[in-house]
């Protein structure tokens, strides 16, 4: 009986040794819902609401973005992580997935209501973006969605509002 617990409590010490590193490791990002951010990746392609259509367009500055006046390249989580995602651009409306008459059509864009809006979610470098199972990724054209294996997890920076 004495061997049996020995060996239960081996087992469970080295569990919790092999598990605490894996735990302390994992940081989520968290977001300030009054703040705004950019979302890139590699330092240059950063989301960027173009005739509200949500793109990639590459920056070659952060300088430059947080000086300028581009309001699409602007988000922020007015509910935090997860929620939903709002781009300066339509302050009033969500980044979501329209509904096209086409599968071409079926893009992100910042100009939806509710319940077509986008969730937000905390990975552990940065921010996944996903409605259903339509995710938003960096092989995206024109805001078209792609597959779960296909989503990005974009980098958040916080970044000042445009000056009204």
């Known amino acids: 009986m004495f061997a049996k617990a020995f060996v239960a ?16 490791e994992r940081r ?3 977001v300030d819902p009054a703040k705004w951010y950019t979302l890139s990746w590699d330092g240059m392609q950063y989301l960027d609401s173009t005739n509200s259509v949500l793109q990639i367009n590459q920056h070659n500055s952060f300088d ?3 000086k300028g006046t581009d309001k699409g390249v602007r988000f922020r989580f007015p509910d935090g992580l997860p929620g939903h ?10 980044v979501g997935v329209a509904k096209g008459s086409t599968s071409y059509l079926d893009q992100f864009n910042t100009f939806q209501d509710e319940d077509r809006a986008a969730t937000a979610e905390a990975g552990e470098k940065g921010i996944i973006i996903h409605f259903g ?3 938003y990724g960096r092989t995206n054209l024109i805001g078209t969605p792609v597959s779960q294996a296909d989503a990005q997890e974009w980098d958040v920076r916080e970044i000042s509002m445009v000056p009204l």
């Open 133 to 135: 199972d339509q995710y």
């Open 64 to 66: 430059d973005l947080d």
């Open 28 to 30: 989520d990002v968290t």
């Open 85 to 94: 995602i709002v781009c300066e651009a339509h302050n009033d409306h969500f």
């Open 9 to 24: 409590a081996t087992v469970a010490l080295a569990t919790l040794a092999n598990a605490s590193p894996l735990a302390a």
